[in-house]
C-alpha cells in the first residue's frame, strides 16, 4: 500500500521541528566573562504546528453519454509551525557561588525576600543579644549604688 500523501507531509513537519528544537536551545551556550564568572543563558520554548490536506474527487458528465466517469484529481495540503523562544532565567556560576538570576520581575522579588529573610533573622537575633547584654550591665552598675 502506497503512502498516503498526508504521511509525507506529517513526517516533512515533525523533522523540520527536529531541526529546530534541541537542548541547547533551552539550556544555552555557557559564556565566560573576563573576571571568570560563567553565565548560562536558560529558555522557555512553545512550539506549534499543524497539517491539513484534502483529496478533491470530481465527478464529470460525458456529454456524449451522459454516463458519470470518476476523475482522481491532486491531493492539496498545508503545514505550518511556530516556535516562541523566550528567556527566563541566567545561572551565573564562579567564585565558589552558583546563583539563579531570572528574568521576571515577579518571581526576582520572592527571591530576593526570601535571600532578605536570613539577613532580617541574624539582624534581629544581633539586636536582642545586645540588648540583654546591656540590661545585664546596668543591673549590675544599679546594685552598686
Known amino acids: ?14 523533522e523540520s521541528l ?3 528544537v534541541d537542548v541547547n536551545t533551552i539550556v544555552g551556550d555557557p559564556v565566560e566573562t573576563p573576571d571568570g564568572l560563567v553565565i548560562i543563558p536558560i529558555s522557555k520554548v512553545s512550539l506549534g504546528f499543524a497539517s491539513g490536506g484534502t483529496e478533491f ?5 460525458s456529454k456524449e453519454n451522459n454516463e458519470e466517469n ?9 503545514s505550518g509551525a ?13 567564585n565558589g557561588q ?8 515577579g518571581s526576582n522579588i520572592l527571591n530576593n525576600i526570601l535571600d532578605f529573610i536570613p539577613k532580617v533573622s541574624q539582624n534581629l537575633q ?4 545586645n540588648n540583654k547584654d546591656i540590661k545585664v550591665d546596668v543591673e549590675k552598675d544599679n546594685g552598686n549604688c
Open 1 to 14: 500500500m502506497p503512502n498516503h500523501p498526508i504521511e509525507g507531509l506529517m513526517n516533512t513537519t515533525m
Open 98 to 105: 552558583m546563583k539563579l538570576l531570572p528574568v521576571d520581575q
Open 18 to 20: 527536529k531541526e529546530m
Open 57 to 61: 474527487n470530481g465527478k464529470e458528465k
Open 126 to 129: 544581633h539586636k536582642f543579644k
Open 70 to 78: 470518476s476523475s482522481k484529481l491532486p491531493f492539496g495540503g498545508g
Open 82 to 94: 511556530g516556535i516562541s523562544v523566550q528567556p527566563v532565567a541566567f545561572i551565573v556560576v564562579g
